[in-house]
């Protein structure tokens, strides 16, 4: 399965008897209307607001769905007021959701499943249907994101849906194809502290596929504002116009965009020709571990691709973890696997394995592990060749100019080798409020000692040390830190995490833990069923 074997076996713990996880990627009901749960140890008064989650809820419609992105939106919202918290859950009622519905049956394709053809439909029309292009899906289920302080559900095709954070009622379906020329965009925006939104998004023309670096304005200019005012800052052209990128987010700077062109590979034809051939989205999707990965830097004022390029071996990466600048150099943190081969093994049928094929199943993935890459910014015709530019102290990551406009990295680990013996990180979190695109020493994370997060964890950068919250059968999604009213330190706040089980029924609770020690100050049992989730945000009412 795997073509970098040998850097893997450096790079995980083998594990036998991973437990069955099949009710977490398992179909659930909604809980529209708020209900109560129940405190064990204190939840601080001071938090006043609601973590707002997404993630897929329902995996059938008659036939079920093949992959773990398929999946109908959920959205849940623990709303915590005076150290109380409720819970209520609402299935998006996006296009998808509703003709998948009214028919019982899979209507519209989603990343790993072809939609069936109509049975109403005779054999002519049935073939014709075949040569129709997919109409992208607006099941937005991987994120809540805010744009001039509305807050959406995203994936990420061109459709958003604006929901109410209080109801979780979809209010709006946006297309942002309707405002600038791009046919979608990441569920990962980033924003600068006055509330600008930047974010990318491919764009498909005559010439072939492009990057697009997408800003959005901080200020509504009515009532009804969605996405006006949009803009495209600066387009790039693939390495291969027909073969371009998957890139699930990206990393920002202080000034500027770092665009990370990974070789996990979408090979338009095959997409364009999919239904046709009856293959889904994700047979279109392929890991070319012989092509390096390629660092682009956008200026965010100027809207120019820096003419240098920073490239690195093969590698894979779904989320960043901070970007800042210092000294001339520009720090770039992120998970990273040496394999892409991953986002093809989140079938369902591979999440509800048990006994030796789920072991041998997990010890075939590539881990995640967070990595530092050291890029040189002040690289002029001078620049001397073939030496490290990496002047930073205690940093072992190099940076070699090949010519003077291709400059070779390798990274340092942002861990110690016991992170391995807890499955390597993934969803990081950073105190983004105070410490995004600047010097940091925190983040945090899941540990993936199974198919799905097992584990908290906080790194400290400074040591390499980090604390676990870690319990069995008890399985964490990714942390959300919120900062502490008169906050002096980087971690004087919380960690929200939902805490799930396959082994007890509704048995799902809210954990609440002190960011500095990692202690856990309380949890809000809640009697209901939740699968696995990807996202979400912490919806402040102070």
Known sequence: LSSSSAAQKTNFTKVHGLPDITPLVSSVQETPEPIPTTVKGTIPTWIHGSLLR?????????????????????????????????????????????????????????????????????????????????????????????????????????????VDPDTLESKQKVDWSKFIAVNGATAHPHFDPDGTAYNMGNSYRNKGAFYNIIRVPPERDGPEDTLEGAKILCSIAPRDKSKPSYYHSFGMSENYVVFIEQPIKMDLFKTVTGRLRGKSLNEGVHWDPNQETIFHLIDKQTGKEMPVKYYTKALSTFHQINAFEQDGFLMLDMCCSDDGQSINNFLIQNLRQSGEALDEMYNTMSRPFPRRFVLPLNITSETLLEQNLNTRPDSTATAVCRTKNQVFCTFEDLHGEDLKDYGGLEFPHINYARYNTKPYRYYYGCGFRHLVGDSLIKMDLESKKFKVWRQPDLYPSEPVFILSPNAVEEDDGVILSVIITPVKDKSTFLLVLDAKTFEELGRAEVPVNIPYGFHGVFNSSA
């Not at 398929?70 to 296009?95: K, N, P, W």
Request: with cysteine; glycine share 6%; charged share 25%.
């Open 54 to 162: 997404n993630g897929p809820g329902k995996f059938e419609f008659g036939n079920h769905y093949n992959h773990w992105f398929d999946g109908m939106a959920l959205m849940h919202r623990f709303q915590i007021e005076d150290g109380q918290v409720t819970y209520r859950s609402r299935f998006l009622c996006s296009d998808s959701y509703t003709q998948n519905s009214e028919r019982n049956r899979i209507i519209v394709s989603e990343f790993g499943t072809l939609a069936l053809p109509d049975p109403c439909k005779n054999f002519f029309q049935r073939f014709l249907s075949r040569f129709e292009m997919p109409k992208p899906t607006d099941n937005a289920s991987v994120n809540f994101v805010k744009y001039k302080g509305d807050y959406y559900v995203s994936t990420e095709t061109n459709y958003m849906h604006r």
